[in-house]
Protein backbone atom coordinates (compact mmCIF):
# COMPACT_ATOMS: atom_id res chain seq x y z
CA UNK A 1 0.00 0.00 0.00
CA UNK A 2 1.33 3.31 -1.22
CA UNK A 3 1.60 6.42 1.48
CA UNK A 4 0.80 9.66 0.20
CA UNK A 5 0.67 13.01 2.28
CA UNK A 6 -2.19 15.72 0.76
CA UNK A 7 -2.81 18.97 1.73
CA UNK A 8 -6.65 19.99 1.96
CA UNK A 9 -8.49 22.83 2.26
CA UNK A 10 -11.24 23.19 4.54
CA UNK A 11 -13.72 25.59 6.19
CA UNK A 12 -14.80 25.32 9.82
CA UNK A 13 -16.80 27.07 12.61
CA UNK A 14 -14.54 27.46 15.88
CA UNK A 15 -16.64 29.11 18.81
CA UNK A 16 -14.48 30.72 21.65
CA UNK A 17 -14.98 29.53 25.12
CA UNK A 18 -16.91 33.42 25.47
CA UNK A 19 -19.34 32.53 22.69
CA UNK A 20 -19.70 28.93 24.72
CA UNK A 21 -20.58 30.42 27.32
CA UNK A 22 -22.78 33.13 26.04
CA UNK A 23 -25.06 30.27 24.47
CA UNK A 24 -24.51 28.01 27.76
CA UNK A 25 -25.85 31.06 29.91
CA UNK A 26 -29.01 31.53 26.79
CA UNK A 27 -30.05 27.61 27.67
CA UNK A 28 -30.12 28.20 31.49
CA UNK A 29 -33.43 28.79 32.67
CA UNK A 30 -34.13 31.34 35.81
CA UNK A 31 -33.04 28.15 39.17
CA UNK A 32 -30.31 27.00 37.03
CA UNK A 33 -28.60 30.66 36.10
CA UNK A 34 -29.00 31.37 39.44
CA UNK A 35 -27.06 28.19 40.61
CA UNK A 36 -24.49 28.67 37.70
CA UNK A 37 -24.41 32.78 38.86
CA UNK A 38 -23.80 31.90 42.52
CA UNK A 39 -20.55 29.48 41.43
CA UNK A 40 -19.33 32.24 39.13
CA UNK A 41 -19.36 34.54 41.92
CA UNK A 42 -17.51 31.89 43.93
CA UNK A 43 -14.35 32.16 41.46
CA UNK A 44 -14.87 35.48 40.24
CA UNK A 45 -14.37 38.15 42.80
CA UNK A 46 -15.31 40.68 40.36
CA UNK A 47 -18.96 39.50 40.19
CA UNK A 48 -20.78 40.83 42.39
CA UNK A 49 -24.38 39.31 43.47
CA UNK A 50 -26.76 42.19 45.36
CA UNK A 51 -29.67 39.89 46.88
CA UNK A 52 -31.73 43.22 48.79
CA UNK A 53 -34.21 43.33 45.58
CA UNK A 54 -37.30 45.16 47.15
CA UNK A 55 -38.95 45.87 43.48
CA UNK A 56 -38.40 42.15 41.78
CA UNK A 57 -41.86 40.96 40.82
CA UNK A 58 -42.91 38.16 43.17
CA UNK A 59 -43.60 34.70 41.37
CA UNK A 60 -46.17 32.85 42.80
CA UNK A 61 -44.74 28.77 42.77
CA UNK A 62 -47.20 26.05 42.08
CA UNK A 63 -46.47 22.46 43.28
CA UNK A 64 -45.55 20.27 40.71
CA UNK A 65 -47.39 17.70 39.08
CA UNK A 66 -45.59 14.32 39.42
CA UNK A 67 -43.49 14.12 36.37
CA UNK A 68 -41.73 10.97 35.91
CA UNK A 69 -42.22 7.35 37.45
CA UNK A 70 -39.17 5.18 37.74
CA UNK A 71 -38.89 2.58 35.56
CA UNK A 72 -39.22 -1.19 36.70
CA UNK A 73 -36.16 -3.33 35.65
CA UNK A 74 -38.67 -5.70 34.33
CA UNK A 75 -39.59 -4.57 30.90
CA UNK A 76 -42.38 -6.90 30.26
CA UNK A 77 -44.31 -5.90 33.63
CA UNK A 78 -43.99 -2.17 32.60
CA UNK A 79 -47.45 -2.03 30.31
CA UNK A 80 -49.50 -4.21 32.31
CA UNK A 81 -48.39 -1.96 35.81
CA UNK A 82 -49.30 1.14 33.44
CA UNK A 83 -52.56 -0.45 32.99
CA UNK A 84 -53.64 -1.13 35.94
CA UNK A 85 -52.96 2.34 37.46
CA UNK A 86 -54.27 3.69 34.41
CA UNK A 87 -57.56 5.14 36.39
CA UNK A 88 -55.86 5.46 39.76
CA UNK A 89 -54.32 8.80 40.97
CA UNK A 90 -52.82 8.33 43.99
CA UNK A 91 -53.18 4.77 45.19
CA UNK A 92 -53.55 4.61 49.09
CA UNK A 93 -52.61 1.33 50.94
CA UNK A 94 -54.95 2.24 53.51
CA UNK A 95 -56.72 -1.40 53.03
CA UNK A 96 -53.34 -3.13 52.40
CA UNK A 97 -52.01 -2.01 56.16
CA UNK A 98 -50.80 -4.34 58.32
CA UNK A 99 -49.84 -4.70 61.81
CA UNK A 100 -46.12 -3.78 61.55
CA UNK A 101 -47.17 -0.52 59.32
CA UNK A 102 -49.33 0.74 62.00
CA UNK A 103 -46.76 0.45 64.66
CA UNK A 104 -44.29 2.64 62.64
CA UNK A 105 -46.43 4.75 62.57
CA UNK A 106 -47.39 5.31 65.77
CA UNK A 107 -44.02 5.01 67.22
CA UNK A 108 -42.57 7.76 64.27
CA UNK A 109 -46.12 9.82 65.03
CA UNK A 110 -46.44 10.45 61.33
CA UNK A 111 -49.86 10.74 61.71
CA UNK A 112 -50.91 9.38 58.68
CA UNK A 113 -48.27 11.41 56.49
CA UNK A 114 -45.37 9.10 55.10
CA UNK A 115 -44.36 11.86 53.22
CA UNK A 116 -41.86 12.16 56.46
CA UNK A 117 -40.03 8.55 55.88
CA UNK A 118 -38.61 7.28 53.15
CA UNK A 119 -39.08 3.83 52.14
CA UNK A 120 -35.87 2.27 52.75
CA UNK A 121 -36.37 3.64 56.59
CA UNK A 122 -39.44 1.93 56.85
CA UNK A 123 -38.44 -1.34 55.99
CA UNK A 124 -35.36 -1.23 57.41
CA UNK A 125 -37.30 -0.32 60.71
CA UNK A 126 -39.64 -2.96 60.74
CA UNK A 127 -36.92 -6.01 59.58
CA UNK A 128 -34.84 -4.85 62.69
CA UNK A 129 -37.37 -6.34 64.63
CA UNK A 130 -37.52 -9.23 62.73
CA UNK A 131 -33.84 -10.11 61.67
CA UNK A 132 -32.49 -12.60 64.15
CA UNK A 133 -28.67 -12.35 63.59
CA UNK A 134 -25.93 -10.33 61.86
CA UNK A 135 -26.21 -11.96 58.66
CA UNK A 136 -29.91 -11.89 57.90
CA UNK A 137 -29.30 -8.10 58.89
CA UNK A 138 -26.39 -8.05 56.15
CA UNK A 139 -28.44 -9.52 54.27
CA UNK A 140 -31.41 -7.62 54.69
CA UNK A 141 -29.90 -4.29 54.21
CA UNK A 142 -28.21 -5.23 51.15
CA UNK A 143 -31.35 -6.40 49.38
CA UNK A 144 -33.15 -3.22 51.06
CA UNK A 145 -30.60 -0.74 49.53
CA UNK A 146 -31.95 -2.37 46.34
CA UNK A 147 -35.54 -1.73 46.03
CA UNK A 148 -36.46 1.21 43.93
CA UNK A 149 -39.10 3.33 44.19
CA UNK A 150 -41.90 1.87 43.39
CA UNK A 151 -40.89 -0.72 45.61
CA UNK A 152 -39.66 -3.94 42.91
CA UNK A 153 -36.37 -5.89 44.18
CA UNK A 154 -34.13 -4.60 41.27
CA UNK A 155 -31.84 -7.25 41.65
CA UNK A 156 -32.21 -11.02 41.67
CA UNK A 157 -31.76 -13.51 44.54
CA UNK A 158 -28.87 -15.30 42.64
CA UNK A 159 -26.84 -11.99 42.14
CA UNK A 160 -27.20 -10.97 45.57
CA UNK A 161 -26.02 -14.17 46.87
CA UNK A 162 -22.86 -13.88 44.52
CA UNK A 163 -22.23 -10.38 45.84
CA UNK A 164 -22.73 -11.00 49.63
CA UNK A 165 -21.21 -14.56 49.31
CA UNK A 166 -23.78 -16.31 50.90
CA UNK A 167 -26.20 -19.17 50.01
CA UNK A 168 -29.24 -18.27 47.25
CA UNK A 169 -31.31 -20.06 49.94
CA UNK A 170 -30.47 -17.77 52.36
CA UNK A 171 -30.76 -14.67 50.55
CA UNK A 172 -34.70 -16.18 49.49
CA UNK A 173 -35.23 -16.37 53.11
CA UNK A 174 -34.29 -13.37 54.12
CA UNK A 175 -36.22 -11.72 51.21
CA UNK A 176 -39.36 -13.37 52.37
CA UNK A 177 -39.18 -11.72 55.86
CA UNK A 178 -38.76 -8.46 54.28
CA UNK A 179 -41.45 -9.12 52.22
CA UNK A 180 -43.45 -10.02 55.10
CA UNK A 181 -42.58 -7.21 57.39
CA UNK A 182 -43.62 -4.03 55.55
CA UNK A 183 -46.66 -3.38 52.91
CA UNK A 184 -47.99 -6.25 51.31
CA UNK A 185 -46.31 -5.83 47.50
CA UNK A 186 -42.81 -4.69 48.69
CA UNK A 187 -39.69 -6.27 47.25
CA UNK A 188 -41.60 -8.24 45.09
CA UNK A 189 -39.36 -9.19 41.92
CA UNK A 190 -42.19 -8.64 39.11
CA UNK A 191 -45.70 -7.51 38.42
CA UNK A 192 -47.52 -11.41 39.17
CA UNK A 193 -45.64 -11.41 42.70
CA UNK A 194 -46.28 -8.19 43.76
CA UNK A 195 -50.30 -8.51 43.36
CA UNK A 196 -49.51 -12.22 44.71
CA UNK A 197 -48.39 -10.96 47.76
CA UNK A 198 -51.36 -8.52 48.55
CA UNK A 199 -53.69 -11.18 47.44
CA UNK A 200 -52.55 -12.92 50.49
CA UNK A 201 -53.69 -9.95 52.84
CA UNK A 202 -57.03 -9.70 51.20
CA UNK A 203 -60.18 -11.27 52.75
CA UNK A 204 -62.06 -11.23 49.04
CA UNK A 205 -65.07 -14.08 48.10
CA UNK A 206 -63.58 -14.06 44.68
CA UNK A 207 -59.91 -15.27 45.93
CA UNK A 208 -59.71 -17.84 44.42
CA UNK A 209 -60.26 -16.91 40.85
CA UNK A 210 -58.03 -13.86 41.94
CA UNK A 211 -55.18 -15.99 42.24
CA UNK A 212 -55.95 -17.82 39.02
CA UNK A 213 -56.27 -15.03 36.68
CA UNK A 214 -52.91 -13.24 38.63
CA UNK A 215 -51.13 -16.44 38.05
CA UNK A 216 -51.74 -17.17 34.11
CA UNK A 217 -53.96 -14.91 32.40
CA UNK A 218 -52.36 -11.25 33.46
CA UNK A 219 -51.24 -10.66 29.69
CA UNK A 220 -55.02 -11.58 28.60
CA UNK A 221 -55.95 -8.86 30.89
CA UNK A 222 -53.98 -5.73 30.02
CA UNK A 223 -55.42 -6.25 26.60
CA UNK A 224 -58.92 -6.77 27.78
CA UNK A 225 -59.55 -10.15 26.43
CA UNK A 226 -62.47 -10.99 28.21
CA UNK A 227 -62.87 -13.70 25.97
CA UNK A 228 -60.15 -15.94 25.90
CA UNK A 229 -60.10 -15.48 30.00
CA UNK A 230 -63.68 -16.40 30.60
CA UNK A 231 -63.25 -19.31 27.95
CA UNK A 232 -59.84 -20.89 29.92
CA UNK A 233 -61.50 -19.84 33.71
CA UNK A 234 -65.14 -20.96 32.65
CA UNK A 235 -66.59 -17.72 33.64
CA UNK A 236 -68.72 -14.94 31.76
CA UNK A 237 -67.30 -11.71 30.53
CA UNK A 238 -69.09 -9.89 32.83
CA UNK A 239 -67.11 -11.61 35.83
CA UNK A 240 -63.89 -11.23 34.00
CA UNK A 241 -64.46 -7.69 34.18
CA UNK A 242 -65.69 -7.89 37.09
CA UNK A 243 -62.22 -9.79 38.45
CA UNK A 244 -60.24 -6.43 36.49
CA UNK A 245 -62.51 -3.91 38.82
CA UNK A 246 -61.32 -5.90 41.56
CA UNK A 247 -57.69 -5.47 40.83
CA UNK A 248 -57.71 -1.70 40.13
CA UNK A 249 -59.60 -1.08 43.44
CA UNK A 250 -58.21 -3.05 45.92
CA UNK A 251 -54.55 -3.85 44.25
CA UNK A 252 -51.68 -1.69 44.20
CA UNK A 253 -49.46 -2.23 41.53
CA UNK A 254 -46.59 0.48 42.50
CA UNK A 255 -46.70 -0.11 46.23
CA UNK A 256 -43.83 1.99 46.95
CA UNK A 257 -44.93 4.84 45.68
CA UNK A 258 -46.74 5.94 48.99
CA UNK A 259 -42.74 7.01 49.70
CA UNK A 260 -42.07 8.12 46.25
CA UNK A 261 -42.36 11.98 47.28
CA UNK A 262 -41.12 11.57 50.65
CA UNK A 263 -37.75 13.75 50.29
CA UNK A 264 -38.41 16.31 47.44
CA UNK A 265 -41.04 18.68 46.47
CA UNK A 266 -40.61 20.39 43.06
CA UNK A 267 -41.83 23.71 42.24
CA UNK A 268 -42.86 25.04 38.75
CA UNK A 269 -40.99 28.82 38.81
CA UNK A 270 -41.62 30.98 35.59
CA UNK A 271 -39.40 33.12 33.70
CA UNK A 272 -41.73 34.92 32.24
CA UNK A 273 -44.50 36.69 34.11
CA UNK A 274 -47.62 38.08 31.88
CA UNK A 275 -50.15 40.09 33.37
CA UNK A 276 -53.21 41.96 32.40
CA UNK A 277 -52.92 45.80 33.13
CA UNK A 278 -56.08 48.26 31.31
CA UNK A 279 -56.74 45.63 28.46
CA UNK A 280 -53.14 45.08 27.76
CA UNK A 281 -50.54 42.53 28.30
CA UNK A 282 -47.13 42.98 30.18
CA UNK A 283 -44.18 41.04 30.10
CA UNK A 284 -41.93 41.39 33.08
CA UNK A 285 -38.76 39.13 33.77
CA UNK A 286 -39.20 36.81 36.90
CA UNK A 287 -35.80 38.33 38.88
CA UNK A 288 -37.45 36.63 42.36
CA UNK A 289 -35.01 33.63 41.79
CA UNK A 290 -31.63 35.12 41.04
CA UNK A 291 -30.30 38.33 42.42
CA UNK A 292 -28.69 41.77 40.66
CA UNK A 293 -25.80 41.29 39.12
CA UNK A 294 -23.22 43.97 38.84
CA UNK A 295 -19.10 44.18 39.10
CA UNK A 296 -17.24 45.24 42.28
CA UNK A 297 -16.20 48.90 42.18
CA UNK A 298 -13.55 48.41 44.71
CA UNK A 299 -11.94 45.81 42.43
CA UNK A 300 -12.34 47.96 39.31
CA UNK A 301 -10.42 51.03 41.31
CA UNK A 302 -7.76 49.03 42.67
CA UNK A 303 -7.09 47.98 38.91
CA UNK A 304 -6.91 51.85 38.15
CA UNK A 305 -4.69 52.56 40.77
CA UNK A 306 -2.30 49.30 39.60
CA UNK A 307 -2.34 50.88 35.81
CA UNK A 308 -0.94 54.20 37.05
CA UNK A 309 1.36 51.93 38.99
CA UNK A 310 2.91 50.58 35.99
CA UNK A 311 4.01 54.24 35.14
CA UNK A 312 6.70 54.03 37.75
CA UNK A 313 8.02 50.50 36.97
CA UNK A 314 11.33 52.26 36.08
CA UNK A 315 11.58 54.62 38.50
CA UNK A 316 14.11 53.82 41.52
CA UNK A 317 11.14 54.04 44.04
CA UNK A 318 9.76 50.37 42.58
CA UNK A 319 11.45 47.82 42.95
CA UNK A 320 11.78 45.25 40.08
CA UNK A 321 9.78 42.52 42.50
CA UNK A 322 7.80 44.96 43.73
CA UNK A 323 7.08 45.51 40.22
CA UNK A 324 6.54 41.67 39.42
CA UNK A 325 4.00 41.72 41.93
CA UNK A 326 2.13 44.25 40.76
CA UNK A 327 2.30 43.03 37.14
CA UNK A 328 0.88 39.54 38.04
CA UNK A 329 -2.15 41.35 40.02
CA UNK A 330 -2.59 43.65 37.50
CA UNK A 331 -2.58 40.58 34.81
CA UNK A 332 -5.34 38.46 37.55
CA UNK A 333 -7.55 41.59 37.73
CA UNK A 334 -7.63 42.02 33.87
CA UNK A 335 -8.97 38.94 33.26
CA UNK A 336 -11.73 38.64 35.79
CA UNK A 337 -12.76 42.47 34.88
CA UNK A 338 -13.16 41.27 31.67
CA UNK A 339 -14.78 38.01 32.20
CA UNK A 340 -17.76 39.62 34.61
CA UNK A 341 -18.38 42.36 31.99
CA UNK A 342 -18.78 39.48 29.94
CA UNK A 343 -21.30 37.66 31.91
CA UNK A 344 -23.43 40.81 32.59
CA UNK A 345 -23.61 41.52 28.26
CA UNK A 346 -24.63 37.46 28.02
CA UNK A 347 -27.24 38.26 30.79
CA UNK A 348 -28.46 41.28 29.16
CA UNK A 349 -28.64 39.66 25.39
CA UNK A 350 -30.37 36.62 27.46
CA UNK A 351 -32.55 39.01 28.66
CA UNK A 352 -33.41 41.04 26.03
CA UNK A 353 -34.15 38.07 23.56
CA UNK A 354 -36.46 35.58 25.80
CA UNK A 355 -38.54 39.11 26.68
CA UNK A 356 -38.49 39.83 22.37
CA UNK A 357 -39.91 36.33 22.58
CA UNK A 358 -42.26 36.30 24.80
CA UNK A 359 -43.91 39.66 23.33
CA UNK A 360 -43.98 38.43 20.03
CA UNK A 361 -46.19 35.17 21.07
CA UNK A 362 -48.29 37.30 23.55
CA UNK A 363 -49.25 39.19 20.69
CA UNK A 364 -49.06 36.16 18.27
CA UNK A 365 -51.29 33.87 20.45
CA UNK A 366 -53.57 36.81 21.87
CA UNK A 367 -56.81 35.26 20.90
CA UNK A 368 -55.47 32.07 23.46
CA UNK A 369 -54.73 34.20 25.73
CA UNK A 370 -58.49 35.95 25.24
CA UNK A 371 -60.63 33.35 24.62
CA UNK A 372 -58.55 30.01 25.64
CA UNK A 373 -56.76 26.63 23.76
CA UNK A 374 -59.40 26.03 21.06
CA UNK A 375 -58.13 29.33 19.51
CA UNK A 376 -54.43 28.44 19.30
CA UNK A 377 -52.79 29.42 16.69
CA UNK A 378 -49.61 26.63 14.91
CA UNK A 379 -46.31 27.90 15.32
CA UNK A 380 -42.79 27.61 14.15
CA UNK A 381 -39.67 28.29 16.02
CA UNK A 382 -38.60 29.20 12.08
CA UNK A 383 -41.64 31.84 12.13
CA UNK A 384 -40.60 33.40 15.59
CA UNK A 385 -36.73 33.29 14.36
CA UNK A 386 -37.53 35.46 10.31
CA UNK A 387 -39.80 37.59 12.66
CA UNK A 388 -37.28 38.94 15.12
CA UNK A 389 -34.44 38.50 13.29
CA UNK A 390 -32.69 35.38 14.98
CA UNK A 391 -31.03 32.54 13.63
CA UNK A 392 -33.81 29.68 14.65
CA UNK A 393 -31.17 27.54 16.84
CA UNK A 394 -31.28 30.79 18.86
CA UNK A 395 -34.72 30.53 19.72
CA UNK A 396 -34.77 27.30 20.39
CA UNK A 397 -31.85 27.77 23.24
CA UNK A 398 -33.93 30.74 24.50
CA UNK A 399 -36.78 29.15 25.16
CA UNK A 400 -35.24 25.55 26.28
CA UNK A 401 -36.56 24.60 29.55
CA UNK A 402 -38.26 27.64 30.43
CA UNK A 403 -42.11 28.39 31.65
CA UNK A 404 -43.80 31.81 31.21
CA UNK A 405 -46.69 32.51 34.00
CA UNK A 406 -49.98 33.65 32.02
CA UNK A 407 -53.18 35.10 33.34
CA UNK A 408 -54.40 31.55 32.57
CA UNK A 409 -51.73 29.43 33.98
CA UNK A 410 -48.13 28.14 33.38
CA UNK A 411 -46.99 27.08 30.50
CA UNK A 412 -43.65 25.94 28.96
CA UNK A 413 -43.20 28.23 26.19
CA UNK A 414 -42.27 25.24 23.64
CA UNK A 415 -46.48 24.64 24.37
CA UNK A 416 -46.86 27.66 21.17
CA UNK A 417 -45.40 25.80 19.29
CA UNK A 418 -46.93 23.47 17.38
CA UNK A 419 -47.61 22.03 14.18
CA UNK A 420 -50.77 22.65 12.35
CA UNK A 421 -52.82 20.30 9.72
CA UNK A 422 -54.10 22.40 6.48
CA UNK A 423 -57.77 22.67 5.82
CA UNK A 424 -59.85 22.83 2.61
CA UNK A 425 -60.43 26.63 3.04
CA UNK A 426 -56.58 26.61 3.51
CA UNK A 427 -56.52 27.52 7.53
CA UNK A 428 -54.34 26.10 9.50
CA UNK A 429 -55.60 24.08 12.35
CA UNK A 430 -53.13 23.78 15.66
CA UNK A 431 -52.47 20.00 16.33
CA UNK A 432 -52.21 21.14 19.63
CA UNK A 433 -56.01 22.21 19.64
CA UNK A 434 -56.65 19.21 17.91
CA UNK A 435 -54.97 16.65 20.48
CA UNK A 436 -57.65 18.91 23.07
CA UNK A 437 -60.61 18.15 21.53
CA UNK A 438 -59.55 14.57 20.95
CA UNK A 439 -58.75 14.40 24.73
CA UNK A 440 -62.55 16.38 25.94
CA UNK A 441 -64.72 13.82 23.74
CA UNK A 442 -62.57 10.72 25.03
CA UNK A 443 -63.54 12.30 28.82
CA UNK A 444 -67.41 12.69 27.78
CA UNK A 445 -67.47 9.32 26.52
CA UNK A 446 -69.64 6.24 26.92
CA UNK A 447 -67.16 3.92 28.49
CA UNK A 448 -69.74 1.02 27.67
CA UNK A 449 -69.42 2.23 23.95
CA UNK A 450 -66.35 4.37 23.62
CA UNK A 451 -64.99 6.56 20.44
CA UNK A 452 -63.16 4.71 17.74
CA UNK A 453 -60.98 6.46 16.18
CA UNK A 454 -62.79 6.66 13.00
CA UNK A 455 -65.68 8.61 15.11
CA UNK A 456 -63.51 10.39 16.68
CA UNK A 457 -62.79 11.79 13.25
CA UNK A 458 -66.15 12.11 12.31
CA UNK A 459 -66.79 13.89 15.28
CA UNK A 460 -64.05 16.72 14.50
CA UNK A 461 -65.62 17.25 10.75
CA UNK A 462 -69.02 17.84 12.16
CA UNK A 463 -68.74 19.65 15.07
CA UNK A 464 -65.64 21.31 14.62
CA UNK A 465 -65.15 21.66 10.75
CA UNK A 466 -61.64 19.64 10.84
CA UNK A 467 -60.85 18.07 8.64
CA UNK A 468 -58.45 14.97 9.88
CA UNK A 469 -57.13 11.85 8.73
CA UNK A 470 -57.91 8.57 11.26
CA UNK A 471 -53.99 7.83 11.65
CA UNK A 472 -53.38 10.76 12.44
CA UNK A 473 -56.29 10.70 15.67
CA UNK A 474 -54.68 7.81 16.79
CA UNK A 475 -51.02 8.94 16.68
CA UNK A 476 -52.34 11.91 18.62
CA UNK A 477 -54.12 9.59 21.27
CA UNK A 478 -51.39 7.27 21.46
CA UNK A 479 -49.06 10.44 22.13
CA UNK A 480 -51.28 11.05 25.03
CA UNK A 481 -51.21 8.06 26.16
CA UNK A 482 -54.97 7.22 25.56
CA UNK A 483 -55.62 3.51 25.13
CA UNK A 484 -57.74 2.33 22.18
CA UNK A 485 -61.35 1.87 22.51
CA UNK A 486 -61.35 -1.74 23.27
CA UNK A 487 -59.17 -1.52 25.83
CA UNK A 488 -61.45 1.50 27.04
CA UNK A 489 -64.67 0.00 27.02
CA UNK A 490 -66.12 -1.42 29.91
CA UNK A 491 -68.23 -4.46 29.29
Known amino acids: MKQNLLIKQKQSLNLSPQMHQSIKILQLNNIELNKWLEKESQDNPVLEMNYDQNDSPIAEMEPAKDELENELNQKDDKGLIDFLSIHKSIISNKNLSNIPFEKIREEEALDGNLNKISLSEYLLFNFKIVSRDDLEWKIGEYLIGNIDYNGYLAISCNEAAQDLNVSEKKVRLVLAMIQNCSIPGIAARNLKECLLLQLKYLQLPEKKYLKNIILFHLDKLSKKDFKNISKDMHISCMEAQHLLDIIRKHFDPKPGRAFYHSKEVNFLVPDIIVKKVNDQFEIMENHSIYPEIRTNLLYEKIFTEYKLAE ?55 YDFLEKGVAYLKPLSMEDVANSLGLNKSTVS ?8 QLPRGMYDFKYFFSTGLIQDNEEVVSSRRIKNLIKNYLEREDPYKPHSDQELVELL ?17 IIMNIPSAKLRRVH
Open 397 to 404: RAIKSKKI
Open 311 to 365: KLKNQDTVSQKKWMELRETLKYLQKKINSAKWILKCIEQRRNTIINISRFIVDYQ
Open 461 to 477: QKSEGIRVARRTVAKYR
